[in-house]
């Protein structure tokens, strides 16, 4: 049997005609929705990835040959035969992958409208058609100028290409993260019928079926539990690091994990009612509606255009009705021997000019030393996308549990009572838990360990569900556990009442210990700050953002956190759909809002935020559904990414202004302006124009290899 990688269903092998072999790898797919589904991504970037090879291997041939016609490497009798063999090598580029450029325009101008599509079509259609007039010239022996202009068209094609082939390779990431939640669904399931128990896969689970979860396993469904006595690990719902202790009675989750004891399920939940399949359709319903970015090229474009068109058509009216009279001699010169010619020349002459080759490279070049200056370090930013969107943010939103926190609880206080020791109040403590499998006692075990204290095996151990365990150390009775086991055992806890009250006002879980019916003192276990969240927190106040914590944990653990971080907005008992729902909250009041998260319950406000931060040692889900990836789990890294992306933003601009400034000053040229000193629009002129606005995003670029983070 294998499993459908779109929905998750079980498909026969032997049977199922519906397969697909993508990278070497063989799918089976259970209907032709999924397949299309999960094939159409693949099929694009395949697409792209072609294109991109086509325009480079034709594109950078063509660059070299122009290059050496242009500086007269090549011989004069040549210059026509080399013109119709670049010719032939841009011409595929021009009008197989410059296609998609052609359909943006027709869409741009149904909907009355310019973008950088329109740009690149007008610009590499001009320099095409110009050169190809120039080329008909040449072969019929009209005496005109023969620069050309066909490679500038392939390398636009070519560089804008590879642009949108990385954007592509970004996207398939997003696909990855609700694989990653299906794999987490249990495949098969232990179920009671007749008396015996069968193993079936987990959609042949129904409601009211009792199913038996061991320890160590995931539980496969929703329900409430019929016999058994666990603890259960939830952090993948709830965020809440610490294993909660459930008997019968008790409801549980899918898709959580069974860390002690034998249980019995009823199932309640099944399929796509259960809560893991909730968290799925949240985090496919927070992907399809984010809103695409508007690009910063294309705000230019849309007045950029519309300008480069009305300067085009004004100069050329005039040349046809007035100019051509008036600088008649000016003009022959230039082979334009009428006015119609004149105002075609003119026409196109600024439309080339307009088409700057460096707006190819301007945000690519940006974006590519930006992303590998954070891949140094440690800041994995999977495209330009995030971080035009890290630049503009106003709100940032941690999760708490495994983000600002450690993710496990650790011993905080040793509080002995009645003169007993410290040391030996923590000693009897892991003594006591030495054999127990319940995350609490394995840090009081962790905490004496360390301390160097030697933690003696313990006999006749025995749990109370619910209270605490009772064992025996060194021959004398050892009590930990609540309030309840105590004063069951009739010890007496009014020297503890303002100890407990302390700790449990601070967030802590507070277990008291008894030794021969006497009260010896009090060890406290909490989930600690990690080591950096007390400095990331005031650097991000400071850059003017407003800091959030949204966790599962409870109104009391939260708070206490928030004040050690001087965090004022604290959002508690949110469950994974209200976290997306936290973050749409904010983002209709107008903020641009991170998630800053590790777990699994952060996937769906990762994928809703409009930058999702994931920390390294988190779970793959939240890495795939997050477009920043911090490796070193390091939160100071979350203000070092936003600095980088304000930083290489600013790139962008700059590199597209010197995208423009050139050829943008040399429009006046092109449009006739200089006539009466002689000059129209001069090759050279043109070609110096391109090479300097290249040259000068390319610099402008690798200057962010010299960003290092404040913090």
């Not at 792209?48 to 063509?62: D, E, H, K, N, T």
């Not at 050169?131 to 072969?139: D, P």
């Not at 294309?298 to 068109?309: E, H, L, M, S």
């Amino acid at each position: 049997m294998a499993v459908d990688p779109v929905c998750g269903m079980y498909v026969d092998e032997a049977t199922s005609t519906l397969k697909a072999v993508v990278g070497g790898r063989t799918y089976y797919f259970c209907s032709t929705t999924c397949m299309e589904t999960f094939l159409e991504p693949e099929q694009e970037r395949m697409r792209l990835r072609f294109l991109v090879l086509v325009s480079f291997a034709l594109g950078i041939p063509a660059f070299v040959l122009s290059l050496a016609m242009e500086l007269r490497w090549t011989p004069d009798p040549w210059m026509v035969p080399l013109t119709f063999v670049v010719f032939l090598l841009t011409t595929p580029v021009q009008f197989g992958p410059g296609m998609r450029f052609y359909r943006g325009t027709l869409d741009a101008i149904r909907n009355r409208s310019a973008n950088m599509d329109v740009l690149i079509a007008m610009g590499t259609t001009a320099a095409w058609g110009y050169s190809t007039a120039v080329l008909v010239a040449l072969v019929l022996g009209v005496n005109v100028d023969p620069s050309t202009y066909y490679d500038t068209g392939a390398i636009i094609i070519a560089l804008i290409l590879l642009g949108k082939y990385f954007e592509e390779l970004a996207k398939g990431r997003a696909s990855e993260a609700l694989r990653k939640l299906m794999d987490l669904q249990p495949r098969t399931a232990k179920v009671l019928r007749d008396g015996r128990e069968e193993e079936v896969p987990v959609e042949l689970v129904q409601e009211g079926d009792i199913v038996v979860v061991r320890p160590g396993e995931r539980i496969p469904v929703d329900g409430v539990i019929a016999e058994g006595f666990a603890s259960i690990d939830e952090s993948m719902i709830t965020g809440e690091s610490i294993p909660v202790d459930k008997a019968a009675g008790d409801p549980v989750i899918g898709a959580t994990i069974n860390r002690s004891g034998l249980l019995k399920v009823r199932a309640t939940k099944v399929g796509k009612d259960t809560t893991l399949s909730q968290i799925i359709q949240l985090v496919e319903d927070a992907q399809v509606s984010r809103a695409p970015i508007q690009r910063i090229a294309d705000r230019v474009a849309a007045v950029f255009v519309p300008a480069v068109i009305a300067a085009a058509t004004i100069a050329a009216l005039y040349w046809y009705a007035l100019g051509f009279a008036a600088w008649r001699a000016t003009l022959q010169a230039y082979g334009l021997d009428g006015p119609l010619t004149s105002a075609l020349f003119v026409f196109v002459a600024v439309i080339i000019i307009a088409c700057p080759c460096a707006l190819g490279i301007a945000t690519p070049t940006a974006i590519m030393v930006g992303t590998g200056k954070g891949a140094e370090l440690g800041i994995l930013i999977k495209g330009g996308e995030y971080l035009e969107k890290a630049e503009r943010l106003t709100t940032i939103v941690f999760d708490k549990t495994g983000t600002l926190t450690k993710g496990q609880p650790s011993v905080t206080d040793v509080v002995p009572i009645a003169g007993t020791p410290p040391e030996r109040v923590l000693e009897l403590a892991a003594s006591a838990e030495k054999g127990s499998e319940h995350p609490l006692g394995q840090a009081i075990v962790r905490r004496a360990t360390e301390a160097g204290l030697r933690v003696r095996d313990a006999a006749d151990f025995e749990a109370i569900p619910g209270q605490g365990i009772r064992a025996t150390v060194d021959r004398a009775s050892v009590l930990l556990g609540n309030r309840r086991l105590l004063r069951d055992a009739g010890i007496p806890l009014d020297a503890a009442e303002p100890v407990l009250e302390r700790l449990e006002r601070e967030g802590k879980t507070a277990m008291l210990v008894a030794v021969e019916g006497r009260l010896a003192g009090v060890v406290a276990v909490a989930d600690t700050l990690k080591d950096h969240s007390a400095a990331a927190v005031p650097a991000l106040k400071r850059m003017g953002l407003k800091v959030v914590m949204l966790t599962g944990d409870n109104p009391r653990t939260a708070g206490a956190i928030a004040r050690a971080l001087g965090i004022d907005e604290v959002l508690a008992e949110v469950l994974p759909g209200q976290k997306a729902e936290k973050v749409r909250e904010l983002q209709a009041r107008g903020e641009v809002v991170a998630m800053v998260g590790d777990g699994i319950n952060d996937a769906p406000a990762l994928a809703q935020a409009d930058v999702g931060i994931a920390l390294g040692s988190g779970t793959d889900v939240a890495m795939e559904a997050g477009g920043v990836v911090l490796l070193k789990d390091d939160l100071r890294d979350v203000v070092a990414a936003i600095e980088l992306s304000k930083r290489t933003v600013r790139k962008i601009k700059t590199n597209l202004f010197w995208a423009f400034a050139y050829n943008t000053a040399l429009i006046p040229v092109a449009a006739g302006v200089l006539v009466a000193f002689g000059v129209l629009l001069d090759p050279i002129l043109a070609g110096a124009a391109m090479g300097f606005s290249s040259v000068s995003v390319v610099t402008n670029s690798l200057t962010l290899k010299k960003f290092r983070p404040r913090l």
